[in-house]
């Protein structure tokens, strides 16, 4: 999995006790202070959705939206919450963001859970979106595409592996 530069400071303030309960908890996982309390903010899950949606800078949107497919098909009922919980701050195009939330809204319907509250921070797809040029299927589309795509004005036919 590829790791996130590190080019940020954050600054938190903590009492002395606080500081010393960090400070030994971290040694005794053997860890710095820094990574004890990412690892405890920023779960492993959260991290690695969040780790996908940033390759979308560097590899071809099918990839990415495949690997994103797999990861969240992989993950259980608690580790898509967690996974998900985390809103990208990531400049993605309005279709990458779309799509990816018609993902999400797809898994946790088929995992009977809510999807994360921040995916109603993003605006719907503007212009429909087919998954095939020929105006022959767009009817078949338009009825077959699963509910969340359709909810992003996304139309497309996840019959084939069920992949989406």
């Not at 996982?29 to 903010?41: E, F, K, N, P």
């Not at 939206?65 to 969240?72: E, M, N, S």
């Not at 993003?122 to 595409?145: A, E, V």
Request: hydrophobic share 40%.
């Amino acid at each position: 999995m590829n790791q996130l530069k590190k080019s940020e400071y954050l600054q938190i303030r903590v009492s002395k006790q606080q500081k010393e309960i960090i400070k030994s908890t971290a040694k005794s996982a053997g860890v710095d202070m820094s990574t004890w309390v990412l690892q405890r903010i920023l779960h492993s899950k959260s991290q690695q959705f969040l780790t996908i949606l940033y390759q979308f800078n560097t590899a071809e949107d099918s990839f990415v939206f495949a690997h994103l497919h797999d990861f969240l098909m992989l993950c259980s009922q608690t580790d898509f919450e967690q996974a998900v919980s985390i809103k990208p701050s990531y400049e993605l195009s309005e279709f990458q963001i779309n799509y990816t939330i018609a993902m999400i809204g797809h898994r946790a319907h088929t995992l009977s859970c809510t999807a994360p509250d921040w995916i109603n921070d993003f605006p719907i797809l503007h212009k429909p979106y087919f998954g095939s040029n020929l105006k022959s299927l767009r009817l078949y589309l338009l009825i077959n595409s699963p509910i969340a795509f359709k909810g992003r004005n996304i139309f497309i036919d996840s019959t084939l592996g069920e992949r989406v």
